[in-house]
């Protein structure tokens, strides 16, 4: 039986867990061309060695990144996403100024 370390609910089956694919940083979808947000959200390098990766524990729904060296399969080290992020990303639109009707 395989376990995964999770940062929030500590060693636990491999089965609870789904993977969300490598992590990789995001451009500015603001000023980023279609082409770098298309090879944003659809590539991976898919290297052989410790990648960086998203995984989530399915129970809890709670999203974090492992470390994980892609041709062993052994599990380097797991760890919260405040690590790396230090800021939320607004994806909003920026708000239209409104029209004046006389």
């Known amino acids: 039986m395989k376990i ?5 609910n500590g060693p636990r089956n491999i089965s609870e867990f789904t993977y969300g694919g490598e992590f990789k940083p995001m451009p500015d979808p603001a000023t ?11 590539n991976s390098d898919n290297r052989a060695g ?25 599990i380097v080290r797991t760890f919260d996403p405040k690590e790396v ?14 029209e004046i009707v006389a």
């Open 4 to 8: 995964m370390p999770c940062p929030l």
């Open 32 to 42: 980023c061309s279609d082409a770098e947000w298309a090879d944003y959200v659809f």
């Open 50 to 74: 410790v990648v960086t990766e998203w995984w989530m524990h399915n129970a809890s729904s709670y999203w974090f990144l492992a470390e994980r060296h892609t041709v062993t399969d052994e």
């Open 85 to 98: 992020f230090t800021q939320r990303v607004d994806f909003a639109a920026p708000a239209k100024p409104q």
